[in-house]
């Protein structure tokens, strides 16, 4: 995914910037980037953030820097904010999104005139230069984000700062947020609303589906109005947003409380206690227990202070074997205990089995999982909210190809729907292939429910495919 942060201040805002960009770190794992820009032009700074917390690697640089208007980054994937100088002056950039229709986009650039991109180690172009290329096809910087959201197939929100002020656009369908704080010298823009509360700022503004806006010290205007048609993701309520998060006023914390509640609802087990996969699970839990009356607890307990997140490392084991060594069980919670647990999503299935077998061992009698969202058929292709290559990664995706062998592609909206045979027999061979006693997921009308927001304006790719 990744999450971005903009200041514009009658002050000097690298404060208020270091703060505010480090509020996005549980969106990203790989780059970190700050550029500002006062009196002496732009400065930048970027770094590898894969072993290291963005805090610890930007302390120094925070020192040396200068400047009012700011804007910074936590990515997922390429290093940023770039500096780019074109006949539009002299700007930084910054990006969260997708791009699927880059050859197309390169082709086209090139055709128009002798260009080039680098290239970084995995052989790809960086994606922010590549919306930056895009921008300087047009003769002024808001037609060239306006063109920009009309032609990339995926997503794109973006930060822009020049030195008159920080462009925020959000991407054509809003698949992904922009907020806008105010405070007395100024204001921010941000992915998380959170981020900028205990820096003093309060509620601005947040911008609609491919709104564009220039932030300066003293306003902030539009100058693209938003779109009437919405898509934003749905799975940042299930799980990449921060508990003290909220997307088009809805709470991160409550929808996933009403998640676990509607999951209680329909359940009719009766294990001893109700327990939460850290972290995002554990909030869909409590919903859970609330709602069933069945205690909730913590068998297990997430080891932090020194453990990277587990799907920092490039290679799958390695991230899997440092979640499973992440888990300290409380033997007491589980020896003798029927557990139900439940966990945001099942994805590839085995870090989940691999808990379960934890559990097992620490003498769990019985493990019943509730996943807090349907089943993930569809790889994502707008937030990158996995980095999966393949569909195939997907436990469903494989199930159904044992199931139906060449049949798969052709039957893959009935699996979707919880009320065709086709979706109970991949639960069950799910359930047998993880090791789990039971096995009951989300329904997509319970978990839309649970958001409260129209369903047109979801995007609900991953579990239905519908665009």
Sequence with gaps: MGGFFGVASKNDCVFDLFFGTDYHSHLGTRRGGLAVYGKAGFDRSIHNIENSPFRTKFEKDINEMEGNLGIGCISDYEPQPLIVRSHHGTFAITTVGRINNVDEIVKNIFSKGNTHFLEMSGGDINATELVAAIINQKENMIDGIKY??????????????????????????????????KKEDGYCAAFEAFAYLNLG?????????????????????????????MKICTFLWIYYGYPSSSYEGVSVEQMRYNCGARLAKRDNVKPDIVAGVPDSGIAHAIGYANES???????????????????????????????KMKLIPVHDLIKDKKLLLIDDSIVRGTQLRETTEFLYTSGAKEVHIRPACPPLVYGCKFVNFSRSNSEMDLITRRVIKDLEGDNAENVLEEYTNPETDRYNNMIEEIRKHLNFTSLRYHRLDD?????????????????????
Excluded: N
């Design 201 to 229: 700022y309060t509620d601005y503004k947040e911008l609609g589906p491919g709104e564009i806006v220039i932030m300066t010290p003293e306003e902030v205007r539009t100058v693209a109005a938003a779109g009437k048609d």
């Design 293 to 323: 009356g069945i205690p909730y607890s913590r068998p297990f307990i997430k080891y932090t202070p020194t453990w990277a997140r587990s799907f920092t490392p490039t290679i799958q084991s390695k991230r899997e074997h440092i979640a």
């Design 148 to 181: 920009a959201q009309e032609i990339i197939e995926g997503s794109m929100t973006m930060l822009i700062m020049t030195p008159k002020g920080i462009f925020a656009a959000r991407d054509r369908l809003g698949r992904t947020p922009v907020v806008i704080g």
């Design 447 to 467: 978990m839309i429910d649970s958001v409260g927001i129209d369903r047109s304006k979801l995007c609900t790719y991953c579990w239905d495919g519908r665009e």
